[in-house]
């Protein structure tokens, strides 16, 4: 992620951008970040809880494949809309009251689901609740990018897709346990009050964005940027920095993202979240079922879904590591066309369980893994001004490839596609997603964001 450059003002030596960007990790920073992690694992859970309760819900009101990857999308769609329209709203009114106001409304979706009475109203609800998951996505991996320096922006942004990954392995985990004894509700329950809870927890421990507050300038801005600023062991700022030219509406953040000099990278960006996400949510989705249709039991299909995500812990963690000593378009190369070769081979492993399980975790890993670089990938494109929006945006368009994956999925089975078929044809998208990133100039300017420059220490505030 590329943030405001240092510069320099009269009476002012330092720039707390600049301290932040360069120096090293306080506790505060990692603690942000944690915040963001943990609220990721809660959207983790809250997502794929349709892919494996799936079976059990198809069970109980006869669903057809094509209404079970109707009902698999339909909290993509959700997803797809709170990222496209909500998370915009980060970049005007702030990262932190959309992250909350979103984290309730995910709530609200998960419980009510619990007691929905038809695959319809079921449908509509997973729909709320992926409006409140896009928001908070889109919220929460800004912040954790604006808090981390520059050496570890890409582990940090990694990090909350290995929180997404513990999430979903957790949701498939408790699935295993809690379906054959409480019935399929109890899962949407159970994750509908962690997201309940989470909302104070965020609502005391997560922090607004300190370039939020220098380029946007609310109510007391410069108080609470010296809050941080002292949390965070910097010296305070004596006045705000000059403001600079920031979109005024949320059309003209859009219009910004279509500008000349971002188009290029926009439009390539787009296009490679459209192909992973696809790729990924086909994989997550329908697994569990497909390794069901090739020959193993319920339980065996649930836990080779689980590895998947159990893999993706260690993909996101790894990539972000790797990318604090490799240029991060390089791995995630690396890790879509690993991907694709996994794919390839997933399927015809079944004859052996333990091959199967072990190919499912190393998808799980190389999968995961390549959402995150992603993630980590498209804020640096953008200035503060647009961040929110930016990287709002191409989760939307992901989410549209993420709501047809599984819904194309069906649709094949039913036309006679074997499971095989499939995999093949979704390792082509991971392959195509390579391709297109080797178009993607990285990102060399510094950002338009306004620079917090702070007195040099010892000076009075």
């Known amino acids: 992620m590329v943030l405001p450059s240092p510069s320099s003002a009269p009476g002012q030596t ?7 960007d360069e120096g090293p990790m306080s506790r505060f920073q990692w603690g942000a970040i944690a915040v963001c992690v943990l609220l990721n694992m809660l959207d983790g859970f809250d997502v794929l809880v349709m892919a494996f309760t799936g079976k059990a819900v198809s069970a109980e009101w006869a669903l057809s494949p094509s209404q079970l990857g109707l009902l698999l999308s339909a909290g993509l769609v959700g997803m797809a809309l709170g990222a496209m329209f909500v998370a915009p709203w980060a970049d005007r009114i702030g990262r932190r009251p959309v992250i909350l106001g979103c984290l309730a409304v995910a709530a609200a979706g998960m419980l009510l689901s619990s007691v929905s009475q038809s695959a319809v109203q079921l449908g509509v609800l997973r729909v709320l609740t992926g409006v409140g ?51 399929w509700r109890s899962v949407f329950l159970t994750g509908g009050l962690a ?61 910004e993202l279509l500008s000349p000099a971002l188009r290029r990278s926009t439009l390539l960006l787009w296009s490679a979240f459209f192909l992973a996400m696809a790729g990924f949510y086909f994989v997550t989705s329908w697994t569990p079922t497909l390794l069901v249709e090739a020959g193993l039991s319920g339980t065996q299909g649930l836990t080779g879904g689980t590895l998947l995500n159990l893999g993706g812990i260690f993909g996101a963690a790894a990539l972000g590591a790797l990318a604090a000593r490799f240029a991060l378009r390089s791995v995630l190369m690396a890790y879509l066309i690993t991907t694709a070769v996994m794919l390839a081979a997933f ?57 047809l994956a599984p819904t194309v999925a069906g649709g094949l089975l039913d036309s006679g596609w074997t499971p095989q078929n499939l995999y093949l044809a979704v390792s082509v998208l991971y392959v195509a997603t390579a391709a297109l990133l080797l178009l993607l100039r990285p990102a060399t300017e510094p950002d338009t964001g306004p620079a917090i420059a702070a007195p040099a220490a010892g000076t009075a505030h």
């Open 14 to 20: 330092g720039s707390l951008r600049a301290a932040l």
């Open 133 to 183: 998951i896009g928001g908070v996505l889109a919220g929460s991996n800004v912040i954790a990018g604006e808090y981390a320096s520059r050496r570890w922006r890409g582990l940090a942004v990694s990090l909350n897709s290995t929180g997404y990954a513990i999430g979903a392995t957790v949701g498939g985990l408790l699935s295993v346990g809690m379906i054959g004894e409480f019935g």
């Open 195 to 255: 997201t309940a809870v989470a909302v104070p927890l965020a609502f005391f421990w997560l922090p607004e964005s300190v370039d939020f507050l220098a380029s946007r300038r609310p109510k007391r801005a410069l108080e609470r940027i010296n809050v941080l600023a002292r949390r965070m062991g910097q010296p305070p700022l004596e006045t705000l920095p000059q403001p600079t030219a920031v979109p005024s509406g949320i059309g003209a953040g859009f219009r």
């Open 347 to 403: 399927i015809a492993s079944t004859s052996s369980l333990g091959a199967a399980f072990t190919l499912g975790a190393v998808i799980g890993l190389f999968a995961n893994g390549s959402v995150a670089g992603l993630y980590a990938l498209t804020p640096a494109t953008y200035g503060t001004g647009i961040r929110a929006t930016g990287l709002g945006s191409a989760l939307a368009i992901g989410r549209i490839g993420a709501i």
